[in-house]
């Protein structure tokens, strides 16, 4: 078995760029996520990707609506974890989705947060087992397969899917660790990078990604997605003093969630280019109440957001891509994420080499 290489002719092709997607999530209205999936598709965005994170809106009313309004961008849900969405009611919706979406959807899955999964009394128990036998049992069934399994999380037994064609629906796996990047190489079909997750990891994700490919005897190299905030704006200090608010949000909040989780940490850290000592003094900062702005430095911009004028943020998704991702998915915030999508689509456009 092997990967198509969505990444192969991207530096011609692409003018050495990755794609563009738009991260959405479910603290969105629908309806405006409807509106800027319309407004990324008109950019010529790749696809749109949405988090589903607990407690929030569920994503799969809006990635529907999403799939109604728009003809051409693929539609992602990144990600399902399989402890709160057993991986037969995965498959149940996706195939309904892919069918409203004329084809267009594509799954990432993954363990979830450990945290906020406890809050709802599930035990997080063999994440990697988890995350396997889900990918396992949601391919065969959207292959229309009957699907016997006694995995170590789960049992099924002589399950088929009623409603659904034959599916290739692509599987993303969402991955951090070094276990967990190892097996995203063996079953996946790509890798979901999460947010906080400095450009050097991808490099670091695909080589432990090729270890595990090459166990299982796959070739090629698989797509890579990378979630990242976002802001492009004329003035390149003052737009990243903007971001910050989205870094210091967003890290505060992952480095308290994956306290116990110290390879996660390692991840978001060690390969950030700044020095233990005023990491922990950001953290210690931003977690006392300071605000993002006096608390992290351009450092942090740098290692965690796409941001500044059209030109400078074209330079750092080159960055991403020599690092190996193919596809960049962007969280726009701000008064009017629209207009960043929009200057953002032109500016990746003029960099490929093709009219505003």
């Known amino acids: 078995m092997s990967w198509s290489d969505p990444s192969a002719g991207l530096t011609s092709e692409h003018g050495g760029l990755p794609r563009l997607a738009l991260r959405l999530h479910g603290g969105l209205h629908p309806a405006r996520c409807v509106e800027l999936a319309r407004i990324a598709e008109e950019a010529g965005f790749h696809g749109v990707w949405f988090a589903e994170n607990l407690f929030e809106r569920g994503v799969l009313p809006a990635a529907t609506a999403c799939a109604v309004a728009t003809r051409r961008i693929r539609i992602g849900i990144g990600v399902f974890n399989p402890y709160n969405r057993h991986p037969t009611l995965m498959a149940m919706e996706m195939g309904a989705l892919d069918e409203i979406a004329g084809g267009r959807a594509v799954l990432g899955i993954g363990a979830g947060v450990p945290s906020t999964l406890r809050q709802i009394g599930c035990e997080y128990q063999r994440p990697l087992s988890a995350v396997r036998e889900a990918v396992m049992i949601v391919r065969a069934l959207l292959a229309g397969e009957e699907v016997t399994q006694h995995g170590r999380v789960f049992v099924v037994d002589r399950v088929r899917l009623g409603h659904a064609a034959p599916l290739r629906l692509p599987i993303f796996v969402a991955a951090m660790t070094e276990r967990a990047l190892h097996l995203c190489g063996e079953v996946g079909d790509g890798l979901i990078v999460g947010n906080m997750c400095p450009p050097a990891f991808t490099g670091h994700a695909l080589r432990l990604m090729q270890t595990g490919a090459e166990a299982a005897g796959r070739e090629g190299r698989p797509e890579v997605v990378k979630y990242v905030p976002c802001a492009v704006g004329e003035d390149g200090p003052a737009t990243r003093r903007v971001v910050k608010h989205a ?3 967003m890290l505060g909040s992952y480095w308290q ?4 989780v110290p390879p996660v940490r390692s991840a978001i850290f060690d390969s950030s280019g700044i020095e233990s000592a005023q990491f922990s003094d950001a953290m ?3 977690a ?4 993002a702005e006096a608390a992290l430095d351009d450092r942090f911009v740098a290692a965690y957001a796409v941001a500044g004028t ?6 750092q ?3 991403h891509r020599r690092a190996g991702v193919t596809e960049m998915a962007v969280s726009c915030g701000g008064d009017d994420p629209g207009a960043t999508v929009r200057a ?5 456009g003029a ?3 093709r009219a505003g």
């Open 310 to 315: 059209a030109q400078e943020c074209v330079e």
């Open 247 to 249: 870094i210091g949000r």
């Open 284 to 286: 210690r900062r931003l």
């Open 317 to 319: 998704l080159r960055v």
């Open 288 to 291: 006392g109440g300071d605000s």
């Open 257 to 260: 969630a994956y306290a116990d």
């Open 351 to 353: 960099g490929n080499g």
């Open 344 to 348: 953002l689509g032109e500016a990746v």
